[in-house]
């Protein structure tokens, strides 16, 4: 089978990437970045440069693929003061890839997410509004899910995969934006106020690819693992400041 992975430098698209290639697929990864990432270095992949958010895959890019997996951000890659045209470049990028599928028979892995969002009352309401307009994550993600899922009712094989909180190896965002591990190692002075559900990049891998190849299509599935909670914080100020590895 050949696959493309959309975002296949990143956490859960790496994963996917070295999942498939363990099951002898061919495999493109396809990235924003102009040359090969690091995470990808010596693996039996090809690699491609594109961003759907300005044009759209070719013909050739496309021939032969079999099943895309869309595990790419579509949106700013920094948290705070990323452009103000979010959510219509997520809508272009979207309606570019689900375009280019039309009348193919491809099947699509979508990345989705389990977390719902919130909006509660008084001052968190505010602060949950103000996080919405700097970073709008949900809404992004709320729309891709409708894309998806209309496609998937007019005739297109796709399946979302909802996992919950991840954590793996061969990411490579800076270690102060990888949140979960610290949170998880105490180097975050914060108390969760439920327990977090956290799981493997490689097990959301597997669960996907085991999916494509037993023909599972037209709906979601749920990728969970284990219920953590910190409840000491037990980290120096500032958070990042410590030089202890996280757990």
Sequence with gaps: MKALVLGGSGLIGNAIVRELVARRNRVVAVGRASKLPANLTGLDVGYLSADLSST??????????????DAAAPYALQMFGGDRDSVARAERRTERLLGGLRGRDVQLAYIGTSIKPRRPA???GIQNDLARRVHPYFAIKALVDARVAQASADGLRAITIRP????GPWD???????WIPALIGGQVLVTPEHRLNVVDTRDVARVLVSAVETGYSGSELTVSGHKIRRIIPRCPWPPWGSTRKAA
Excluded: N
Excluded at 56 to 69: F, K, M, R, T, Y
Excluded at 164 to 167: E, H, I, L, M, Q
Excluded at 172 to 178: E, L, V
């Design 122 to 124: 008084a001052l968190f």
């Design 56 to 69: 759209a895959l070719s013909e050739d890019q496309l021939e032969g693929v079999e099943l895309i997996v």
């Design 172 to 178: 490579m965002k800076p270690r102060d934006k990888c």
């Design 164 to 167: 919950t909180f991840c954590v």
